[in-house]
């Protein structure tokens, strides 16, 4: 999970020099200079936004999957160790009607 958060910050602060130095190559104004380098800015920080809030959902979701499972998990052990619970008491009884027998 980490190398993925590398990778996308990685590209972003690419995808932003990328746009600030084309954007200082490129033949303007200053004061449109200015402007479209704080659009693109904007832009990236937007875009930055929402790929960290679909970030969120699917940890969210992740989290809500693996909730379920542990629940589901929970129940199957509780189930078993009444299943568990039910036989000991067969042979205890068996054993005490056998011992009953035999006086």
Do not use: C, W
Request: glycine share 8%; proline share 1%.
């Amino acid at each position: 999970m980490k190398d993925n958060t590398k990778i996308l910050s990685a590209l972003v602060l690419g995808a932003a020099a990328g746009a600030v130095l084309g954007l200082l190559f490129a033949p303007s104004k200053g004061s449109e200079l200015r402007q479209q380098i704080k659009d693109n800015a904007e832009d990236i920080i937007d875009e930055l936004a929402e790929k960290i809030n679909e970030g969120k959902e699917t940890l969210s979701n992740l989290k809500d999957k693996a909730m379920e499972k542990a629940d589901g998990l929970k129940s199957m052990v509780q189930d078993e160790v009444e299943n568990y619970k039910g036989k000991a008491k067969n042979v205890a009884n068996a054993h005490t009607n056998g011992s009953n027998l035999n006086n």
